[in-house]
């Protein structure tokens, strides 16, 4: 059968045994699977425009609405088609560009790439001269060493001989890694990237000046089978392919990113010499194909933590033959590479003073500094903040609420690109719980209050009018729709935010105490990522999810993830850096610590 997604206009064929989510799959469509499939969370509505398929589910009639049913809304994960099918992808399924714009290097960064190019004439050989074209090379570029891979060693001759010894070498330290014909010493690129759970960033850049060149952003495609890492272990331990066939999947982004920018460019990938990457612990064992079960149970054992250093042509991509991917090194089980990286780019260890760092995505990961003293945590908020556990949540994406203000009766709302509301992403989600602590609509307890007791607690009239009762559920509306899709905020809603806020902060406290800091010796907090970038301050003092500091003190630093991939690319003593820091960094186990527990319980409250 075959399958039409509209508006991509991408297709596939399927057979009667695989799902709608299975042909999004095929197709190349990114798909909410934020439950993996189990039906749970409602997240891959899609519409049939055309074709027929099997009756709704227990799943289906529980959690699509009866105007959705009436328009040919389904979920991907539970429909199979009986005939050829049209389908239509509601926005919500789009990915966010947001963390392109967030590459900003440190002041006083200077680039010292690993990388270097070098244009020379070889002299012919003669009777006189009959050193190998290999010495000949060594000593014309004055190495006293220098390695040599067998497949270039194949080539040189052929490169030499082509403009009669007019070449330049390509050196990674003393490594001999490419040999040019002619002058192409201007022609050095390398490519970082972070590989986000939810969203993966590509960074080109110039090695040979430091400039960087571009910035592409996709939606991870690993998030079909699940919108956490758990769920994306769980499906590896599923099948005997599964672990291949989720590292082809980042793979292939990989290669796709690589394509966009180098032909955007008008670059050769063959002058691509150097590549960084950084992740969570889970996604760096993903993309290497090394199975991450250990992670998922006690006592979360990561099979590598070290840095890995693979040639990229063993890892299918198209670049130089020569070139390297640095894979940085991960700090502990749930601690990975990405806030290594951040380590990296707010320099904590060489800041004097407390600060905490903070990288708020599917878990809440930590560092928290002290005087050169560097202790991490990873802390199990859930996806809450990326929209996956909000009945209305979404990513960062068109239509996406990203803030709220409630002032006097009025609800206030942004929009990402100031389009039609279409769901609520992390901002927004915070903002709303804030705006309606503040309006006395959520208790501090976390207790939604009925339309009667909002009327009786002196609330403005049209803000109670907006409380409803939907299938036993209390909800806040935030946004009214025409076709009476409202979006709102639930009671379970609240719920969620109190537990990934809880969590969030229980670690940064049990942190603190460990080295009896309190709060008002606190000197900053770092917020990195697009969720940090973006999020207000003021609201995430109002629910508790910071600890109590001036706003002044509260530094957004943008994607410091993928910053410290780029530095790791762009010089060699940075790379060799975070390597060194990262030995340092004392790691905290939370789900073993008794004040965490104690202090996660006491979070609970806004």
């Known amino acids: 059968m075959k399958i039409l997604f509209q508006p991509d206009n991408k297709k596939c064929e399927i057979n009667e045994e695989e799902n709608l989510l299975k042909a999004a799959e095929k ?155 002619g002058d ?78 180098t032909g955007k460019n008008q670059i050769n990938p063959e002058n691509i010499y150097d590549l960084t990457a950084v992740g969570n612990t889970t996604m760096s064992h993903l993309f290497l194909g090394v199975h991450p079960k250990s992670l998922a149970r006690t006592p979360f054992a990561p099979v590598f933590c070290k840095s890995v250093d693979t040639p990229a042509v063993e890892l299918g991509l198209k670049v130089n033959a020569g070139a390297n991917l640095c894979f940085l090194p991960n700090i502990a089980g749930h601690v990975g590479a990405d806030i290594s990286a951040v380590l990296l780019a707010t320099g904590l260890k060489q800041k004097e003073g407390a600060h905490i760092a903070i990288d708020i995505g599917t878990n809440g990961e930590i560092l928290l500094a002290d005087h050169g003293r560097i202790l991490a945590c990873s802390t199990a908020a859930g996806p809450a903040f990326e929209g996956a556990a909000i009945e209305m949540g979404m990513r960062a994406a068109d239509g996406a609420i990203e803030k709220v203000k409630i002032e006097e009766s009025e609800v206030k709302l942004q929009t990402i690109e100031g389009k039609e509301p279409i769901g ?17 609509i959520v208790e501090k307890s976390g207790r939604m209050r009925t339309k009667e007791a909002a009327l009786e607690a002196n609330i403005p009239p049209e803000l109670a009018e907006r409380i409803v009762e939907n299938e036993g559920k209390l909800a806040f509306i935030l946004a009214y729709k025409e076709d009476g899709k409202h979006i709102w905020l639930t009671q379970q809603d609240i719920r969620e935010v109190q537990l990934a806020k809880g969590a969030i902060y229980a670690g940064m406290k049990t942190m603190m105490k460990m080295i009896d800091l309190q709060e008002k010796d606190l000197d900053s907090i770092i917020l990195a990522g697009a969720f940090g970038n973006y999020i207000d301050k003021e609201s995430a003092l109002t629910i508790g999810l910071l600890p109590a500091v001036s706003m002044e003190q509260i530094i957004s630093v943008g994607n410091a993830a993928g910053v410290g991939a780029c530095m790791a690319l762009l010089s060699k003593e940075a790379r060799q850096q975070v390597i060194t820091e990262v030995k340092t960094v004392e790691h905290v186990e939370l789900s073993v610590n008794m004040d965490f527990q104690e202090e996660y319980m006491l979070a609970m409250n806004f």
Not at 37 to 51: D, E, F, M, P, W
Not at 116 to 127: A, F, G, I, N, R
Not at 424 to 435: K, N, P, Q, T, Y
């Open 27 to 181: 197709a190349g469509v990114l798909i909410d699977g934020s439950c993996g499939g189990a039906g749970l969370c409602g997240k891959c509505k899609v519409r049939i425009v055309s074709g027929f398929a099997n009756d709704l589910t227990d799943e289906e009639e529980r959690i699509l609405s009866d105007q959705e049913k009436k328009e040919g809304y389904r979920l991907a994960c539970k429909t199979y088609a009986k005939e050829d099918m049209v389908l239509e992808l509601p926005g919500i399924h789009k990915g966010s560009g947001r963390k392109k714009n967030m590459t900003v290097l440190p002041e006083g960064f200077r680039p010292n790439s690993l990388i270097v190019k070098v244009h020379e004439k070889v002299k012919k050989p003669s009777m006189k001269d009959q050193r190998s074209d290999y010495d000949r090379i060594k000593d014309t570029f004055g190495k006293e060493e220098m390695k040599i891979d067998r497949k270039l060693l194949m080539k040189i001759h052929e490169v030499l001989d082509e403009k009669r010894g007019d070449v330049t070498a390509v050196f990674s330290g003393d490594v001999l890694i490419g040999l040019e014909a």
């Open 184 to 261: 192409t010493s201007d022609l050095c690129y390398g490519m970082a990237f972070d590989i986000g759970t939810t969203t993966v960033v590509a960074m080109l850049w110039d090695l040979k000046n430091g400039e960087l060149m571009d910035v592409t952003a996709r939606t991870n495609p690993q998030s079909i089978y699940g919108a956490d890492v758990i769920s994306r272990i769980q499906y590896c331990n599923e099948g005997a392919d599964h672990l291949s066939h989720m590292q082809k999947k980042i793979l292939d982004c990989f290669q796709d990113m690589i394509d966009e920018l």
């Open 424 to 440: 609520i992403c992390g901002s927004g989600l915070i903002d709303a719980v804030a705006a309606l602590l503040k309006a006395g």
